[in-house]
C-alpha cells in the first residue's frame, strides 16, 4: 500500500486543491500549512500552465497570476523539496503533459520521486495515451492518477482495474468551478469503480459547500475542492491563508 491508499484508510479524505505561486510561494506555503492544521488529508498542487484546457475562469486566472508572479516549474520544485521537510501527508501534482514534455518527462518525474511527489495527475491525457508516462512513473514510484468522468461509459471498468493511488471522478461535464448544483448521477459510476479495484476514489469539479461534501462523501471515499479555494485567494491575496483553513476546517467536518 502506498502513502496515497494508506491516507484513505479508515476515514473520508479532504483533497484541497491550490495553485502554485498564487499570488506568490510565500503565500502557498502559508496556505498548505494551515490546510493541514485544519485537516487536510492530501493535498494538489497545481502547477501553472499558459493553457490549462480542463480549467474554468477561477483556475485559469490563478495560473495567470502565478506566472505573471514568476512563478517557473523549476522554481515549485525546489519549493516542494524545501516544503518536504515538514509536510508529511501525500502531495499530488496536477498539471498538463506540456509542462512535463517542457521539462523532459523522466527528468521531471524522477524529480518528483526525489522531493517526495507521491501523485501526478494530468487532465489533458487521455487513459488510451497514458503509456506515454506510465513507464516513466512506475520507474520511480509516482502514482499516476487517473480520471473518470461521466461520459467515460463503458471505459470505467478499463481504467478502474488499471488505477494507481486514487480515482479522480470528475463529478459534471466541462470545466472546473463552483456549481450551485451537481445533478450527474454518479452512484452507478462508482459501482462499477468498486467492482474492479480496491483503490480509493475522490469526487472533484464543482463541489463548493459543505452540503456538497457531505452529499458526495456519502458513495465515494474522499471530496476534492479547487475553485471555491482559488476565490478566497483571489478575494485576500497574501492574507489568505486563515480564510483557507477555515474553509478547510468547515469541509472536512462535513465529511
Given amino acids: 500500500m ?10 473520508k479524505n479532504f483533497i484541497p486543491f491550490i495553485t502554485c505561486g498564487d499570488p506568490n510561494l510565500e503565500t502557498t506555503k502559508k496556505c498548505i500549512f494551515s490546510m493541514i492544521e ?3 488529508d492530501l493535498i494538489e498542487l497545481g502547477i501553472p500552465f499558459s493553457d490549462p484546457t480542463a480549467e474554468g475562469p477561477t483556475i485559469q486566472a490563478a495560473n495567470l497570476r502565478a506566472l505573471n508572479s514568476g512563478v517557473t516549474t523549476e522554481k515549485i520544485l525546489e519549493f516542494v523539496k524545501n516544503l518536504r521537510q515538514d509536510v508529511k501527508i501525500p502531495l499530488v501534482f496536477m498539471t498538463y503533459a506540456n509542462v512535463v514534455f517542457g521539462y523532459g518527462a523522466e527528468k521531471f518525474i524522477s524529480k518528483c520521486a526525489e522531493i517526495g511527489i507521491d501523485g501526478l495527475i494530468l487532465p489533458d491525457i487521455p487513459f488510451e495515451e497514458k503509456n506515454e508516462f506510465l513507464p516513466i512513473c512506475k520507474k520511480f514510484g509516482v502514482s499516476l492518477i487517473s480520471m473518470i468522468a461521466p461520459t467515460s461509459e463503458n471505459r470505467i ?14 463529478s459534471s461535464l466541462g470545466v472546473t468551478g463552483t456549481r450551485n448544483e ?8 462508482i459501482k462499477i469503480v468498486r467492482q474492479n479495484t480496491k483503490i480509493p476514489c ?9 452540503e456538497q461534501a457531505k452529499k458526495m462523501s456519502q458513495f465515494a471515499d474522499g471530496v ?10 483571489e478575494k485576500y491575496g497574501e492574507n489568505s491563508a486563515e480564510k483557507v483553513g477555515e474553509f478547510v476546517k468547515e469541509m472536512k467536518n462535513a465529511l
Fill in 2 to 11: 502506498n502513502k496515497i491508499e494508506k491516507a484513505f484508510e479508515n476515514k
Fill in 38 to 40: 485544519n485537516g487536510a
Fill in 157 to 170: 471498468a478499463k481504467i478502474s482495474a488499471e488505477a494507481e493511488g486514487f480515482l479522480y471522478i470528475v
Fill in 182 to 189: 451537481i445533478t450527474t448521477d454518479l452512484e452507478p459510476i
Fill in 202 to 210: 475522490a469526487i472533484g469539479f464543482g463541489i463548493s459547500t459543505p
Fill in 224 to 233: 476534492i475542492v479547487g475553485s471555491a479555494i482559488i476565490k478566497i485567494l
